[in-house]
């Protein structure tokens, strides 16, 4: 248990040297090149629907794995415990897809 918090410790600690010695992006007044001049691409503009794109997509392809480790789960602690194979046949059976 010990061991386990020194090493927490450690990598706090090396996370937070990670982090204040990165290096900082340059202030937008300084120009690094000719091509900062450039508009970003149109996907960039709008970085809400960006975002609530890439939301969406996340809970479409995790939410089925997730309904899978949470029966795993439920059937180990009730002493059954299954391939993920046949836990996914279950829910289909059971639930189907939806």
């Known amino acids: 248990m010990e061991e386990e ?3 927490d410790d450690e990598m706090s600690a090396i996370c ?6 990165l290096p900082r992006p340059l202030s937008s007044n ?3 090149s000719s091509s900062s001049s450039k508009p970003p691409p149109s996907f960039l503009k709008n970085k809400n629907k ?12 995790m939410q089925p ?14 002493g059954r415990l299954q391939s ?6 279950a829910v289909l059976e059971s ?3 939806k």
């Open 5 to 7: 918090r020194k090493k």
């Open 16 to 21: 937070l040297l990670v982090f204040f010695f």
């Open 30 to 32: 300084v120009s690094t």
């Open 50 to 61: 960006t975002g609530c794109v890439a939301g969406a997509m996340v809970s479409v392809c």
């Open 65 to 78: 794995l997730d309904v899978l480790r949470t029966r795993m789960q439920a059937d180990a602690a009730a």
């Open 84 to 89: 993920t194979v046949r836990t996914l046949r």
């Open 95 to 97: 639930q189907g897809a």
